[in-house]
Each structure stands twice: as C-alpha cells, then as structure tokens.
C-alpha cells in the first residue's frame, strides 16, 4: 500500500510569484484534502476534492486553487504569492471523504 | 462560526504518569471528530475517528472519549516514544474542517 507523498518537500519563492505543490493519494483514495500549518499552529483547512470536484472550502482567497486529477492526484497552485503564505502545505487523502492519511507535506518559504 | 479549542498548550509528564489532553468544539453539524499525532518534520498520524456522544475508541495506551462539547484524549502510563503533538479536528456537515493548535506531550524517561 503506497502512502501519500507530496512534492516537492522544500521550495523557496519570491513575493508575487506563482506555485504548483502536487499530492498523490494513497492507492484507493478517492477523495484529496489540502492543509496549510504555520509554524506552532494546527493545519487550517484550505479545500477538499472528491472525483474530481471541490466539495468544501476554508477561508481562504480565490488566489489558492487545486485540481484533482482522473488517477486521483492532485495540485495546490497560489497565485501572487504573499510572505504570510509562507507554511508547511499538507495534503491528505481519504476514501469517502473522511481525512485519515496525511503526507509529510511541502514547505513553503516566500521571501 | 465552528472551532476548536485544545487544552494544555504543553504538558510535560514523567513516565507512567497517566493525563488526559482536552478538545473543546463549536461546530455547526459535526459530522465527525479527530485526533491526530505529529512528529516534528512529519504530517499528522491518523489516531482515532469519533462521530457521536458517547463514543470511545482505544489504541494501546490512548483512549479517545467525545460528548456533546469536547472530546479527551486520555494516555494511561506514557512512554517517552508518545512525545508528539497531538491534535483534535471537526468536520462539519459542509464538509469543512477545523484543527485545534495541538497539545505538545512531552514524556520524561
């Protein structure tokens, strides 16, 4: 069973620019969950998909969007980036919509 | 608006010192509740999954319990290697989800 692995695991941006993070669920998994943590914070809930379309939203601006791909894959990508997006990025795959499998996430430095 | 709120911040036990960490919740439908474990570094480990009041489930040393308002976490005799940072989270029937800041357990050899 191939857990869920998340690419890449460190990237360094610049203000304004724009970034694509990628998840692959675990074998099975038909549902993907983003999360952003900051340090010393718990993960706050970006967006869920569930085949292939959104079904939950946090607070977060339209600048974060995500795909979930056929394979049940998937992308974050942010747009204009901000210094406060800066974060560990945290993607999660679940069957049937229930989050249970995390993986070891993205860090996210904008500089 | 939901959230989630946990108790102690940090709580440092010696070994074999039973405790309980706590999970308060508002949340408009809960659809389900969550403990997780993180490691420094790692993303969250999956734990236990509660959906009504009442509601326990256990795993070796930790046991989770759920009322209407909270949820515990209670760790019986830990052991160094449950040093980790523990997390509660709520989905609502929007299918939103809400993390607490976490319980960082350290346990004393």
């Known amino acids: 069973e191939t857990g869920v692995t998340q690419s890449p695991t460190h990237l360094i941006k610049t203000r304004g620019q724009q970034v694509t993070l990628r998840c692959s669920s675990q074998?099975?998994?038909?549902?993907v969950s983003w999360y952003q943590q900051a340090l010393g914070q718990g993960p706050q809930f970006i967006f869920q998909y569930y085949r292939e379309e959104e079904n939950g939203r946090g607070n977060f601006p339209p600048r974060f969007s995500g795909l979930q791909f056929p394979n049940y894959s998937s992308e974050l990508n942010v747009n204009a980036l901000e210094l406060d997006d800066s974060a560990l990025y945290l993607c999660a795959s679940s069957l049937d919509r229930a989050p249970l499998h995390f993986g070891n996430g993205t860090r996210l430095t904008v500089t | 608006e939901d959230q989630v709120t946990q108790s102690p911040e940090a709580l440092r036990l010696q070994e074999g010192e039973s405790s309980s960490l706590n999970c308060s919740y508002t949340?408009?439908?809960?659809?389900?509740l969550f403990w997780y474990r993180q490691d420094p570094g790692k993303g969250p480990e999956f734990l236990f999954t509660l959906y009504s009041a009442g509601e326990e489930k256990e795993k070796e040393r930790l046991k989770a319990t759920l009322t209407k308002k909270e949820s515990f976490l209670h760790i019986t005799a830990p052991k160094p290697e449950d040093s980790a940072t523990y997390l509660c989270a709520v989905q609502n029937t929007g299918n939103q989800f809400y993390f607490g800041t976490g319980t960082s357990l350290t346990v004393i050899p």
């Open positions: 949340v408009s439908g809960l659809r389900g």
């Open positions: 074998s099975g998994h038909n549902t």
